[in-house]
């Protein structure tokens, strides 16, 4: 018999028991018992309940959601500010280097230019010297 499968019959010791939100109308394939009220307005209400609950914890995460994501947008726009600081001041602080740099160089060639010269004028100074020492001894 069909109805002896467990799983298959409403009186199966098998089967779970109802929830207190389904009534037997409802499980029963025969149709509502006599005396025994509707559900089909409790469900109604429940299905209500539960998307007006639903759309408030839809709105509600999403109002978080948008919140993390102005947040994340927030720390993101920090550290692209910090980022550029960093890089404008490490193009300053090569500016610098580079114009100190550039300074001593500048420096470095003017006393190599005066070292030259001052060593030029020694040099005529000694072929000088030389040549007034051949006239002296001659």
């Known amino acids: ?19 207190g939100l389904v009534s037997a ?12 009220p509707s559900v089909v307005p409790q469900y ?3 299905a209500r309940l539960m998307r ?14 948008r919140r993390q994501a102005v947040a994340i947008l927030r ?5 692209v500010e910090i980022a550029r600081r960093r890089a404008a001041q490490a193009a300053e602080c090569r500016a610098t280097i580079l114009s100190c740099r550039g300074r001593m160089l500048a420096q470095l060639c003017i006393m190599a230019w005066r ?10 100074e ?10 002296e001894a001659g």
């Open 1 to 19: 018999m069909p109805n002896d499968l467990p799983g298959k019959c409403g009186n199966s010791p098998l089967r779970p028991k109802n929830s």
């Open 25 to 36: 109308s409802l499980a029963s394939p025969a149709g509502p018992l006599v005396g025994e």
């Open 44 to 46: 109604l209400s429940l």
């Open 52 to 65: 007006d609950e639903g759309g408030r914890a839809l709105q509600e995460a999403s109002a978080k959601a």
């Open 75 to 79: 720390f993101w726009k920090l550290q």
């Open 115 to 124: 070292l030259f010269h001052h060593a030029l004028q020694m040099c005529r």
């Open 126 to 135: 000694a072929e000088a010297l030389r040549q007034w020492g051949r006239s």
